[in-house]
């Protein structure tokens, strides 16, 4: 039986797994040779020490280490704050999102769809995450070497090199560096930020996630806010967009709203909007649609409403061969002495070929670089959505619903995409997936995770009872999704015949919040040689004395690369506590004294993988038994232990 490592994956050790096996001969003595493999990598002799254009900073290189290394940290569950646990697939962790990214990057590797994050914007007011990274002049100079030890200068211009941003750039380099391995191939991250640090995100970014795949940096309205710089009121800030790659594609921005799609020929093509008249064309003249129409034996031509109407600048916008496709297909028809087109919710005409279809594809006009300045996405709608749901602000500076549903609204029609936030404030991304998910049917997911950062003692927050940043977050959740609830079954109850809604019991508004801790294995279990003679008690039992076994199976969880939002059930088999994840994906037992024969019920329903604890069985020939009667019942299951 394979004992589990119960810690993270070392990156550095896979990383040179990887690369001896494309290139052997850079190995020497078991250590790689960098100056054979920068030779192997170029084309041209490699002379080392040459410059190049890159963002360093002091730090940098720990943080790249620190990325690839593993903790040994774990997660334990928090049944009490939970809504709905044993059903819901929505996550809120709580701790340093660093070691939270660090302890999902086998279980959600390539499955994150979106990631949103607002991170500190390192103003030099806020605190956390070391966002006030302003260092004295002597701890700067110190760390990178530019004073001796007697406080002489080794070189010049040391005001102007980083020292206000190396701890928010290391910050923020090791968060990306782990998360980026998260996204799926389609995989879209967007990040808000301030010109503060805009310039060094977007140089860091280039270089994690790849100059190639920058999309876009999205100005967006803030709305009134006091005057950053001298003279000048600052209002707007940044969304900066990559994907993970960039051929990803990217929905389109909805241009009719839902409500004028309130016509239906019950022809089986759905509902249709007519807001578009078809001599709403270019104003640049075109002898192609520049024709005259026959329909209901009335004669048209472009633009003949508008009085005045200036020669040659009105047209059609469908050619002569289309508008006669049209009148066939029963997609223009007359309203108000005009002519319309149809314009179906989930059908737009295209030309394949050298005829005309009714193709899927949502009608829309693409994204475009000022998408979010309006004051929808702004910081006052913030703060009114909070007070609403919870009485008061509560919260700086926080991200308006809006803008997160837009989005993920560009992120093309995934409506099971699964949302990562890992600065989660508020908890505007978990709002957001599930009002969208209310307004169009959808069963997106969301992972949620937040600092428990104190709030101020002198705050409202606080006297509210709000202890932490992340007391706020899931207080949010837990009441908006209440509202979203009410207000779909109010819309209900006032359906008019024919309409449909959304059945919010068929929602998942629940969600499992977690912590991070320290591991629920002793030292010993990572360093069994270093035990010592006073400490054999030890090597019997290996768990932390505080440790349950919810908190147990949640480590073997995420050290098997098994997903949080997995489906538990806990059973009693022969007098033991055994754990089912996703029916036969793994089974677990923790019980000390196990009956034996409870191998025979666990292997009928033939599980992937099974766990004990080493020190659970009687003795060493039980122990063996085990092995083996999984080897002759079910041999396709993996046998471990703890």
């Not at 710089?229 to 790659?245: E, F, S, W």
Request: proline share 3%; aromatic share 10%.
């Amino acid at each position: 039986m394979k004992k589990l490592d119960m810690k993270t994956n070392n990156l550095t050790e896979d990383n040179i797994k990887k690369i001896t096996k494309l290139f052997p001969n850079i190995v020497k003595e078991g250590v790689i040779d960098f100056d054979l493999l920068k030779q192997e990598l170029s084309d041209v002799l490699v002379e080392g020490g040459e410059e190049r254009y890159r963002l360093d900073w002091p730090g940098k290189r720990e943080s790249m280490l620190k990325a690839n290394t593993s903790i040994n940290k774990t997660l334990r569950p928090v049944v009490k704050d939970s809504v709905d646990f044993e059903n819901t697939e929505n996550l809120y962790i709580e701790g340093d999102n660093f070691e939270v990214l660090k302890l999902l990057q086998e279980s959600y590797l390539n499955k994150v769809k979106m990631i949103y994050i607002d991170p500190p914007y390192n103003t030099g007011k806020d605190f956390v995450y070391k966002d006030n990274t302003t260092q004295s002049k002597g701890e700067y100079e110190e760390e990178i070497g530019a004073v001796d030890g007697e406080g002489g200068k080794l070189f010049k211009n040391t005001d102007t090199n980083g020292r206000f941003h190396s701890d928010w750039l290391s910050m923020m380099y090791e968060r990306l560096t782990v998360a980026r391995d998260l996204l799926k191939d389609d995989g879209v991250i967007f990040i808000s930020i301030d010109d503060n640090e805009a310039h060094n995100l977007r140089k860091i970014a280039d270089e994690i996630l790849g100059e190639g795949n920058f999309v876009a940096e999205f100005p967006r309205s803030v709305g009134t806010v006091p005057k950053t710089t001298p003279g000048i009121q600052n209002r707007h800030d940044y969304v900066l967009c990559y994907v993970k790659n960039i051929e990803t594609p990217f929905g389109v921005d909805e241009d009719i709203s839902e409500e004028h799609f309130k016509f239906d020929d019950n022809d089986g093509r759905g509902v249709y909007a007519l807001i578009h008249p078809l001599d709403s064309g270019t104003i640049h003249y075109s002898k192609s649609l520049d024709f005259p129409i026959e329909y209901n034996k009335k004669s048209f031509e472009p633009g003949q409403h508008i009085e005045n109407k200036p020669s040659g600048k009105w047209l059609w916008r469908w050619s002569e061969e289309l508008v006669k496709w049209g009148f066939a297909n029963d997609l223009i028809l007359e309203k108000n002495n005009r002519l319309y087109t149809k314009n179906y919710r989930n059908l737009k005409v295209e030309k394949i070929g050298h005829s005309y279809s009714l193709v899927e594809k949502q009608v829309g006009k693409p994204f475009t670089s000022d998408t979010l300045m309006s004051e929808d996405f702004g910081n006052r709608m913030a703060t009114r959505e909070i007070k609403d749901i919870l009485g008061s602000g509560y919260f700086d500076y926080p991200k308006p619903t809006n803008l997160i549903k837009k989005l993920i609204r560009m992120i093309a029609e995934d409506k099971s995409a699964l949302i990562l936030d890992f600065f989660s404030g508020s908890a505007t991304t978990a709002h957001a997936v599930m009002q969208l998910n209310a307004e169009d049917g959808g069963n997106r997911k969301y992972i949620m995770v937040q600092l428990p950062e104190e709030t101020d003692k002198k705050s409202e927050a606080y006297k509210a009872g709000y202890k932490t940043i992340s007391d706020i977050g899931k207080e949010r959740i837990r009441r908006a999704s209440k509202k979203i609830k009410e207000e779909l079954k109010e819309k209900g109850r006032q359906l008019k015949i024919g309409e449909e809604t959304i059945d919010p019991e068929k929602l998942d508004f629940g969600f499992r919040v977690y912590k991070t801790d320290s591991s629920n294995m002793k030292d010993v279990y990572y360093n069994p040689k270093d035990l010592k003679q006073d400490s054999l008690l030890d090597l019997a039992n290996n768990i932390k004395e505080d440790r349950d076994p919810e908190d147990l199976l949640t480590q073997i969880i995420l050290d098997l690369g098994l997903e949080l939002s997995l489906k538990i059930e806990e059973k009693d088999i022969l007098g033991n506590k055994v754990f089912f994840v996703a029916d036969n994906s793994l089974v677990a037992c923790f019980d000390e004294k196990i009956n034996i024969k409870i191998v025979d019920e666990i292997a009928k329903i033939k599980p992937l993988k099974v766990v004990f604890c080493d020190a659970g069985f009687k003795d060493d020939k039980d122990r063996i038994n085990v092995e083996e009667r999984f080897k002759r019942l079910s041999p396709e299951t993996r046998v471990n232990v703890i």
